[in-house]
């Protein structure tokens, strides 16, 4: 097993800075910070500036798997060359260990300058000056693989020597990020989550050792974008199947109005075919289907009662191609009004007399039924025989009105 650790780390925020392109170099210098941290700790306990080189392969393996799991893109591993800048191991001028660093010449200078707090941006920049300084001295005019090499292995040698915190403090100040930790750790305080490499690993027996040591979240811990990414799902899963119900109950609501509308249509026209019946009467008489739409707005929206009978109430009517009726706006009928509706039709529809009123056509939405007649200018027999404020009839013309309408009744189809 690889003994570096990066738990603690803040790898949701490394994550979010490898992911966007723009800002790679930040990315390596994150990745950069991270593995010299888990090497100082590995310092730390045992003294050396680095995994031996049997593991070094398997470290690089598991730290690159590890940032994976926490979402930071493969390829970003690849652009800041983890394992070769990156190395998991610092030999910085054949010093391999903690205290070949701490005894070189002036490193006491980088010790004593680089004593925290190291948050203050000048009490950083003076460390780093020291530091710049003995590495200068250290290297002479060696390549910048080496100075990155040895400022990587000042670092561990000079972190090694505090605690969690403290080395997370100095990474910050070493390699210009923020933010390093997630959950800052008190060394001195016992209860905390054993997150520290001097942590015992008994301290936390639901995690492997593997886990603790590179990272990786064990099952009960979530990782925030994995989480993120699930409930987005959830999210998503639920407002598609609440638009799915809705749709199923709007195209079933649908074809069950146009099913009523088809079965009437059917049942009426095997009475009554749909084809104008001309009986050489005078007037036309075709005999068609109105749509809602236009009865309703010939209606002016049904505001233009001229009467009420027993089957329903009557409403003038002007069509757009001038043509005036009187609707009949049928009560609220069941199945049984609906025989009724279409044996209107079939008898209305069928007599054609020049002293019957004449049924031009019909209208069905949803449950109403419309009967559209020939709209009688002068009104009812009704009102002219009865009414008081009307000029009384003449008996030649009662005879006469009487006469018609025998012969109206005697009419047969
Ligand atoms: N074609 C029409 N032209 C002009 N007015 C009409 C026409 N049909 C009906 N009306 C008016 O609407 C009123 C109600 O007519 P409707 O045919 O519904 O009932 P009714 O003939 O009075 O009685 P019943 O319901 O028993 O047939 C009539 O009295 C009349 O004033």
Partial sequence: NCPLDLSGSNLTLLSSTCSNKGDRGKCCRYINAFVAVSVARYANMSSNLGVPSGLSDICLHSVSETLELYGVPSNATVFCALGTKIPVTYECMGRITVMQMLESPNFEDVTENCKLPLSEESSCRRCMNASILYLHHLIGAEDNMTLSTCRDATFAALASQGDNVSTFE?????????????????ASDPSSPSLTPEASPSSLPDASPSQLLVGIPSEE????????????????TAVSVFLLIILIFLIHRKSRELGDSENLDKTCWNVFPPQPIQKGQDGPSTFQKFSYKETKRATYNFSTTIGQGGFGTVYKAQFSDGFVAAVK???KVSEQGEDEFCR???????LHHRHLVSLRGFCVEKHERFLIYEYMENGSLKD?????????????????IAIDVANALGYQV
């Fill in 170 to 186: 100095i990474a910050t100040c070493f390699f210009g990020v923020q933010e390093l930790n997630v959950h800052p750790v008190v």
């Fill in 221 to 236: 811990h979530h990782h925030p974008y994995h989480l993120t990414v699930i409930r987005v799902g959830i999210a998503v």
């Fill in 329 to 331: 706006r049928m009560n």
């Fill in 344 to 350: 209107e039709m079939e008898l209305l529809g069928r």
């Fill in 384 to 400: 002219h025989l009865h009414s008081t404020g009307k000029t009384p009839l003449s008996w030649l013309t009662r005879i006469q």
